[in-house]
């Protein structure tokens, strides 16, 4: 069985989807129409701006969502997926992908995420950290013992066996960092984002993106969605809409996704976006399942 996988922040790129742009009229035509949704020129940015630019969460998740979506149209007929799943951002190119929404109102989802968690960030500054080589469960008891002193620090991406991110406030954080390295984690680094996503700082964003996920249409899917939330496939449009405004708050469960895709069948993991980033996770997850680019 075919699984398409689709990324999130942090895969993009200067010159990301300018080839795609440059030779299919397709592409072209819907990266057009996205400049008129959104209201300015993102190609420009995506094709010719700077890091920082990108950077900015109002781009950067619209900017991946295009090109993995794009691309994704581009392969027409050729993209038959069994199931799909997408990390964080990516679960709404994954939902185009399966037919669950249409490309215009996901871009506005898309968008309409990517402000309201910026605004979250902004009224409470708040960081994340990726942890390396320290067992899950240990991670998830020293999390909690600073939450229980007034701190806030979560498990966010559970990305692969040894490598879990967290996130919370800053001295969260920072204390969080300091228990994991002397309990034994290889790394505790801090890593450059706007905010706290997936964890309870995300609250606001929810409220926000809950009411325009509940006035867009979800359709009947294709294939089912495994999302992050449950890490179970999912086919039901109210329950996608549900578990999509939960996952703002909640951990993006990658490993156990991807786990669970083996075990109802996926032979073939094809990751469509910008970046090799989830084929790399997926190696690491099931080392047997092949894993490609689109």
Same mark, same amino acid.
């Given at each position: 069985?075919?699984?398409?996988?689709?990324?999130?922040?942090?895969?993009?790129?200067?010159?990301?989807?300018?080839?795609?742009?440059?030779?299919?009229?397709?592409?072209?035509?819907?990266?057009?129409?996205?400049?008129?949704?959104?209201?300015?020129?993102?190609?420009?940015?995506?094709?010719?701006?700077?890091?920082?630019?990108? &950077?900015?969460?109002? @781009?950067?998740?619209?900017?991946?969502?295009? %090109? =993995?979506? /794009?691309?994704?149209?581009?392969?027409? +007929?050729?993209?038959?997926?069994?199931?799909?799943?997408?990390?964080?951002?990516?679960?709404?190119?994954?939902?185009?992908?399966?037919?669950?929404?249409?490309?215009e109102d996901a871009l506005l989802l898309v968008s309409k995420r990517a402000l309201a968690m910026q605004k979250a960030c902004e009224l409470n500054?708040?960081?994340?950290?990726?942890?390396?080589?320290?067992?899950?469960?240990?991670?998830?008891?020293?999390?909690?013992?600073?939450?229980?002193?007034?701190?806030?620090?979560?498990?966010?991406?559970?990305?692969?066996?040894?490598?879990?991110?967290?996130?919370?406030?800053?001295?969260?954080?920072?204390?969080?960092?300091?228990?994991?390295?002397?309990?034994?984690? &290889?790394?505790?680094? @801090?890593?450059?984002?706007?905010?706290?996503? %997936? =964890?309870? /700082?995300?609250?606001?964003?929810?409220? +926000?993106?809950?009411?325009?996920?509940?006035?867009?249409?979800?359709?009947?899917?294709?294939?089912?969605?495994?999302?992050?939330?449950?890490?179970?496939?999912?086919?039901?449009?109210?329950?996608?809409?549900?578990?999509?405004?939960?996952?703002?708050?909640?951990?993006?469960?990658?490993?156990?996704?991807?786990?669970?895709?083996?075990?109802?069948?996926?032979?073939?993991?094809?990751?469509?976006?910008?970046?090799?980033?989830?084929?790399?996770?997926?190696?690491?997850?099931?080392?047997?399942?092949?894993?490609?680019?689109?």
């Open positions: 069985m075919k699984a398409y996988i689709f990324p999130g922040q942090g895969s993009q790129f200067v010159g990301m989807g300018k080839e795609l742009y440059e030779t299919s009229a397709l592409a072209k035509e819907l990266f057009e129409k996205a400049n008129e949704l959104l209201g300015f020129r993102i190609t420009d940015i995506m094709f010719s701006g700077t890091d920082e630019e990108l &950077k900015q969460t109002k @781009v950067t998740q619209p900017a991946i969502f295009l %090109h =993995s979506v /794009i691309l994704a149209k581009i392969m027409g +007929e050729s993209l038959k997926p069994d199931m799909v799943a997408g990390h964080s951002l990516g679960e709404f190119s994954a939902l185009v992908a399966n037919k669950t929404l249409s490309f500054p708040s960081t994340m950290a990726a942890i390396t080589n320290l067992d899950d469960k240990i991670i998830e008891t020293i999390c909690a013992e600073i939450n229980q002193s007034g701190e806030i620090v979560v498990p966010a991406n559970y990305n692969c066996p040894g490598q879990l991110v967290i996130s919370g406030s800053m001295n969260g954080i920072n204390i969080a960092c300091e228990k994991l390295k002397e309990a034994g984690a &290889k790394r505790a680094l @801090v890593l450059p984002v706007g905010g706290a996503f %997936h =964890s309870p /700082i995300m609250q606001p964003a929810a409220i +926000e993106l809950e009411a325009a996920i509940n006035s867009t249409n979800f359709a009947q899917p294709i294939c089912p969605i495994y999302q992050n939330v449950t890490a179970n496939a999912v086919s039901d449009p109210n329950q996608i809409k549900k578990n999509l405004i939960a996952q703002l708050t909640a951990p993006v469960k990658w490993t156990q996704t991807i786990q669970q895709m083996v075990v109802d069948g996926a032979t073939s993991f094809t990751e469509v976006g910008p970046g090799k980033v989830l084929q790399g996770l997926v190696k690491k997850i099931n080392p047997t399942s092949e894993s490609v680019s689109a």
